[in-house]
Nanobody, 124 residues
Framework: QVQLVESGGGLVQAGGSLKLSCAASGRTFSTYTMGWFRQAPGKEREFVAAIAWSRGNTLYAPSMMGRFTISRDNAKSTVYLQMNSLKPEDTAVYYC?????????????????WGQGTQVTVSS
């Protein structure tokens, strides 16, 4: 069982930055692929980025590449999402998730555990 708690969301102006954190409980955090997803009002949940537990292989949604960076600290059981050059269309609830896959994947159905989400609002 893995429990996930996101933090770091908030209100930021367009062009600004935010760093989200996701703290995980459970002894086997280091063996899970971790992902970030987001969901805007009236839209489906959207893949943002994922990072594998070994070698740190990463996967990004094309629209996030170059602006967002996913990283993890297995010693702290925490995964991060650094978001730069934020745009109003990045406004959403951001969720972290854990997956037993050995490679990062972008399909939400692959993930076994989810956090409660943290709101990110980007003003124009």
């Amino acid at each position: 069982q893995v429990q996930l708690v996101e933090s770091g969301g908030g209100l930021v102006q367009a062009g600004g930055s935010l760093k989200l954190s996701c703290a995980a409980s459970g002894r086997t955090f280091s063996t899970y692929t971790m992902g970030w997803f987001r969901q805007a009002p009236g839209k489906e949940r959207e893949f943002v980025a994922a990072i594998a537990w070994s070698r740190g292989n990463t996967l990004y949604a094309p629209s996030m590449m170059g602006r967002f960076t996913i990283s993890r600290d297995n010693a702290k059981s925490t995964v991060y999402l650094q978001m730069n050059s934020l745009k109003p269309e990045d406004t959403a609830v951001y969720y972290c998730a854990a997956d037993r896959s050995t490679l990062p994947v972008g399909a939400a159905a692959s993930y076994d555990y989810w956090g409660q989400g943290t709101q990110v609002t980007v003003s124009s």
